[in-house]
């Protein structure tokens, strides 16, 4: 089964090449843009010396130990949460859906603090299991209520907003009676500050599965986007497929909430984004779109909020709340006119 | 049901539940049924009457509980001048009264928005005032010099409440001005009011710990002062409060019906939307962001009196002056010592709610 599929994978990216390439090519200059540009002033041809030549220099060191991790940590959340929003939007067939508008991230927050404020010396890599959890268990309120078909598609994303609301407040509570706040600002807002091959590494096993997963069973969870009868009629078992689609969502925010903070609107948007492009569509070539578009906009994000505010940055979950609300707002006017 | 303005018929009594026909019989034995009047008023009589006794006995209870421990006695000696006129009447009795005027002028603020945006999750922190509110109180602090604050701080909140309400209205209006634009756009500006917050915060790390307190919502440190002006600010609102009370009723049908009713409906909008974000400033200028209080109040106001304007919005009063004043003194009680916000305590309640809710109307049309 595992042949066939990829065959098809490769055929299909073949099909599309254009906009794939496109976005690659302009993720890999938004990554040497983020590794060259900081707050320490490094000259762009030193930046790329200390990238390429490994000469052991403090140069050298900052590339290869704070900026490329911070960059390869943004592609790697990008792409988590772009899946994830894809996921979700077919999953629950609602447009307004993403791990953030269904408050899965406030979730996985919440659980993530509540783990810090018993356990405070536990890592990033702790943090994982507990975000999952969180992020679970709102994922099945918000699957239980879509699945319902009771409630209407803006009033689920109404609805999802007002748990993320609930979440966020539990979770202020939370940083005010362990009374740590300070640490946790920037982490809340959503950044990829910090960031070393530690986090990479805890998060990089998750996408790595998780996207191949999208791709892989593509085929089965475009199914989703049907409804239940069509999809059965199709030789597919719905309820499996569903449970498939509602666990990678889990995985994909749950991971990526855990070393990222609750970064908003990037899988809101970018599915909306990508499927304009050429090769948008079928599902597979959706989250092709995805696990490149969603990193170029995170990437470029952090790299905004590094320039924008420089020499102190923004937390690159403000930028994408400031890009992500004006494109939220056009979509729900779209959604109106349908 | 046929549409009528609301105070000039009586309203038909309509299938009523069990909570409400056992309040209806308590009704009818407390008042001998003597007089025929509707039994619908009748059950709002004992509603309030419930409710304000419970409120008194919260109030009485918020006064004597503290540090130093007061029998109802000393409270009441506190009160008149006696012997602990000073831990009553500086400490203790503004804190309970802002937290029943800030509470109140929350749960009518739901009431309107609700009502508004005909849609029971409307709130003011859902569309977004509080934290606007919010965004302003904080870059007021951060602009100002401290000796300023006293008045730069409510004019924060008022200009960023106000500025958060025109931009819901004119962007919701550019989009189509539907109700569910409205409500999304309410949404996506309480994100963007919530990233202002955030990026505040990171730029003043040092003031974090106590602008979380205050955005979670307090009466901590209330004063004769901050009653005053709370009063003052709910007195100015009444007209429109009493204006807007009128429109409730007729807000709730479509718009089409708004329109054979002889009214506008953007216009009925505004004026419920405009007496809701007065309401929520003065709300959050004195205690912070305290949420859910905006949404369960209406809902418990609701279940107790009906949804006719004119019975729904003292109850709401009610109702949301006890929970504040309820949530506050189970925040200081529960954790002696120590003191958690009411605005924590009232979303560690409302949160459950909200999802009985949610759950409600999912039963209601599966």
Redesign the interface.
Known sequence: MATPDQHTVSSEIRKAPAPVLAMAGLLAVAVVASVCVGASGLSFSRALQGLLVWDGSADHALVLDVRLPRAVLAVLVGANLAVAGLLAQTLTRNPLASPQTFGINAGASVAIVLTVAILPGLGTGGTVLPAFAGAAAVGAIMWFLSLSGAVTTVGLALAGITLQLVLTALVQALLIMSASTQDLVFWLAGSVTGADWSKVSVILPFTIAGCAAALLFGRHLGVLELDVTTGQSLGQNTRHVAALASLLVVLLAGSAVAVSGPIGFVGLIVPHIVRRLPGGGDLRRLAGLCLVGGPLLLVCADLLGRVVAFPAELPVGIVTALIGTPTFLLLAARQRHR | MTPRTPGKTPARPRTASAVKSALATLAALSLHAANARPARRRTALVAYAVALILLLATALAGIAFGAVSLSPADVVDGLTGGANTFIVQEYRLPRVAVSILAGAALGVAGVFLQAALR?P?ASP??VGFTKGGGVGAMAAVMLSSPAAQAWAIPVGVIAGTSVTAAGLLL?SRR??G?L??L???G??????A??AI??L???E??S??QA??W??GSVYGSDRADVTALLAWLAVCLPLVVLATRSVDVAGFGDDSVVSLGRHPVRVRALLVTAAVLLTAGAVTSVGGI??LG?LAPHLARFAVGSRGHRLVPMAALTGALILCLADFAGRVVAVPNE??A??VA??V??PY??YL?IR??????
């Open positions: 849609n999750l922190d859902v962007i989009l189509g539907s569910t634009t409500v999304l756009v949404a996506a500006l309480s994100a963007l919530g990233a955030e990026y915060l990171v730029r790390p040092q974090a710990d979380m307190v955005l979670a949420g859910f949404l958690i916000p605005g924590i979303v560690v409302g949160g909200l999802l949610l109307e999912t039963r209601k049309h599966a």
